[in-house]
């Protein structure tokens, strides 16, 4: 499925209806360029879960956990600077294997052998400077069910 957004209003509110329909234990996996709009998107993700915090790409810092709706949490990763994708695999795979914690991971590619099969990916292509398209794709039965009720 593709979904086209016009700008980024569009892509906070994407990112809002996407967290209405997370219960908590999904994994969504960001992928896109520099500048697509992955943290726009986690940004609405993270609104529309009730997180109160701004917001930030953890470019530098790889990880950061917000306190979200419901008891729930957010963990949002951001691989693109991660050399070594050891010193990241046991605290990834105790999260995304967490039933309170919806997990969202930039530049996943370098922790591909510890995702779980059952996840969202979202490939963001910037068509032009301000239009963004989605390519959903779900892979396993709770992905799914998000991916159709988007």
Known sequence: MIIEVKDVREML???????????GGEVVELIGDVGAGKTTLAKGL????????????PSFTIS????ARDG???AHYDF????DPGIM?????????????ITIIEWASIVSGVLPSDRLTL???PPTESTRRIIVE?????????????
């Open 80 to 83: 693109y600077r991660l050399q």
């Open 64 to 67: 950061r956990v917000y306190d």
């Open 13 to 23: 509110a994407f990112g809002k209806r996407l967290a209405a329909l997370l219960k």
């Open 123 to 125: 490939s963001i292509v």
């Open 72 to 74: 729930l949490q957010l």
């Open 138 to 150: 779900s892979h396993g039965p709770k992905s799914k069910r998000i991916a159709e009720a988007l």
């Open 89 to 101: 695999t046991n605290e990834l795979q105790e999260t995304i294997h967490d039933p309170q914690t």
């Open 46 to 57: 993270a609104a529309g879960l009730g997180v109160n915090e701004d917001v930030q790409s």
